[in-house]
Nanobody
C-alpha cells in the first residue's frame, strides 16, 4: 500500500483546511486509517482515525469538535476536514494504515504504511 497525502498549506487561526490521503492497492478498505501529526521539536501524535467501514471514528481530545475524518473506499481516499484551526495545530500531518492497527488506532507503531506528510501552518 502506498499513501499520498495532500492539501496542506498556510491558514489563519479560525480557518479551515481539508487534507486528502490517496491510497494505492486493493486492500485500502480492509484497514483502519489514521492521521498523525508532528510539530517541530515534538513527538508524533495521534489525531484521528476511521474504521474500515467508515462507520466509526476516533479523535484525540485536542481536536474533538473541530476535526473530522472520513473515507471513500470506492475512491481509495481518506479525508481530514480541519475546522477552527489554532496555531497549535501547526505540524506536518501524516496519513497511515496497515493490517495490524485494528483497535490500536492511536498507536503509531501499529501502522505499517505511511504517507509522506503534508505541512499545515496556522498563523495567529
Amino acid at each position: 500500500v502506498q499513501l499520498q497525502a495532500s492539501g496542506g498549506g498556510t491558514v489563519q487561526a479560525g480557518g479551515f483546511l481539508r487534507l486528502s490521503c490517496a491510497a494505492s492497492g486493493r486492500t485500502f478498505s480492509s484497514y483502519t486509517m489514521g492521521w498523525f501529526r508532528q510539530a517541530p521539536g515534538k513527538e508524533r501524535e495521534f489525531v484521528v482515525a476511521v474504521s474500515r467501514s467508515g462507520h466509526r471514528t476516533y479523535n484525540a481530545d485536542s481536536v474533538k469538535g473541530r476535526f473530522t475524518i472520513s473515507r471513500g473506499n470506492a475512491k481509495n481516499t481518506a479525508y481530514l476536514q480541519m475546522n477552527s484551526l489554532k496555531p497549535e495545530d501547526t505540524a506536518a500531518y501524516y496519513c497511515a494504515t496497515g493490517p495490524r492497527v485494528g483497535s490500536w488506532y492511536s498507536i503509531s507503531d501499529k501502522y505499517d504504511y505511511w504517507g509522506q506528510g503534508t505541512l499545515v501552518t496556522v498563523s495567529s
